[in-house]
């Protein structure tokens, strides 16, 4: 089945205890994203990858890092959490753009 | 910044009803994207919408493009209680070959019997 998953799908955290956010796609994708979701704010893009090796920031991409080592593969690291950081997070892929993107599951992220 | 804005941000309504929701925005663009969620549930893609003047439909659902006005529309006929979700315009700026996209608060639908 073409999907993405992202783990874990529920973390609560402390501050400054560094965390990370896996995102696999099994779809043969060049292009992957990810994105918070926040009331009110709709979803802001953090960064995304057009292929491995090459990444860029998106609207909010303070306090955060990725890596595209593999294709299928596009982790979420961050590296010491803040409460600001709670959060509703999606990972998303797609053929590239325009093509439409597909997203994963969620995780939803509380750091107290 | 690009600016996305969609209204009404809650809307409700009865079945069998019509209503549109409208997608603003700032900037140039000719590729707009509409996705749907449902409580406690990811995005589901609707509509890819790639040029001035596109228009799709699916179902109940049929989405429109005006490039000019830097509008789209999604306009939902005869209302049913499974459209109740939360629907999300999304844009990506003309020179950023569709790579950056912004989107809209979403506005949340509810259908009622």
């Known amino acids: 089945e073409a999907q993405v998953t992202q783990n874990p799908r529920y973390l609560i955290t402390v501050t400054g205890k560094k965390l990370t956010v896996t995102c696999s796609q099994n779809?043969?994708?060049?292009?992957m994203s990810w994105y918070r979701q926040d009331p009110g704010l709709g979803l802001r893009q953090i960064y995304y990858s057009m292929n491995v090796e090459v990444t860029d920031k998106g609207d909010v991409p303070e306090g955060y890092k990725v890596s595209r080592k593999e294709k299928r593969n596009f982790p979420l690291i961050l590296e010491s959490p803040s409460p600001n950081q709670t959060s509703l997070y999606f990972c998303?892929?797609?053929?590239?753009?325009?093509?439409?993107?597909?997203f994963g599951p969620g995780t939803r992220l509380t750091v107290t | 910044e690009l600016k996305v804005e969609q209204n009404p941000l809650f809307l409700s309504m009865q079945e069998g009803k019509n209503y549109t929701i409208y997608c603003n925005y700032s900037?140039?663009?000719?590729?707009l994207y509409w996705y749907r969620q449902d409580p406690g549930k990811s995005l589901e893609s609707l509509f890819v919408l790639l040029s001035n003047g596109a228009v799709k439909q699916e179902g109940r659902l049929m989405a429109s493009l005006d490039t000019k006005a830097r509008l789209s529309t999604l306009h939902i006929t005869a209302a049913v209680h499974d459209l109740s979700a939360t629907y999300f315009c999304a844009v990506a700026p003309y020179e950023t070959s569709g790579s950056r996209l912004t989107f809209g608060e979403g506005t949340q639908l509810t259908v009622n019997p």
């Open positions: 998303a892929s797609s053929l590239g753009p325009p093509a439409e993107q597909y």
């Open positions: 779809m043969n994708h060049e292009y």
């Open positions: 900037t140039t663009s000719d590729r």
